[in-house]
């Protein structure tokens, strides 16, 4: 079992900069990849970003340019710093571990999301 704790969500102002953290705990050899989900009100939850343990990274298309996701082995912390934010990225984000295919297909042990809001 994995237990994953969020931080950093908050409200910021269009244009502005936040930076979210995943600590993760638990069976930690059991994760070869970690990511960011977000959902906001009245939507599906919907990809944002994976990382695998050998550091190779995916974007959702809306987010390309504007955020980077990282991880900390040895801290065993996942990032994501998020620049350039707009309103459309309000939502909550969930942070996500496990196998690679159960992160990339939205199986793999959830956090409990912390909300993250931009104001226009």
């Known amino acids: 079992q994995v237990q994953l704790v969020e931080s950093g969500g908050g409200l910021v102002q269009a244009g502005g900069s936040l930076r979210l953290s995943c600590a993760a705990s638990g069976s930690i050899f059991s994760i070869n990849a970690m990511g960011w989900y977000r959902q906001a009100p009245g939507k599906q939850r919907e990809l944002v970003a994976t990382?695998?343990?050998?550091?190779?990274?995916n974007y959702a298309d809306s987010v390309k340019g504007r955020f980077t996701i990282s991880r900390d082995n040895a801290k065993n912390t996942l990032y994501l710093q998020m620049n350039s934010l707009k309103p459309e990225d309000t939502a909550v984000y969930y942070c996500t571990a496990g196998a690679f295919l159960m992160v990339a297909g939205g199986r793999g042990s959830w956090g409990q999301g912390t909300q993250v809001t931009v104001s226009s």
């Open positions: 990382i695998t343990s050998g550091g190779r990274t």
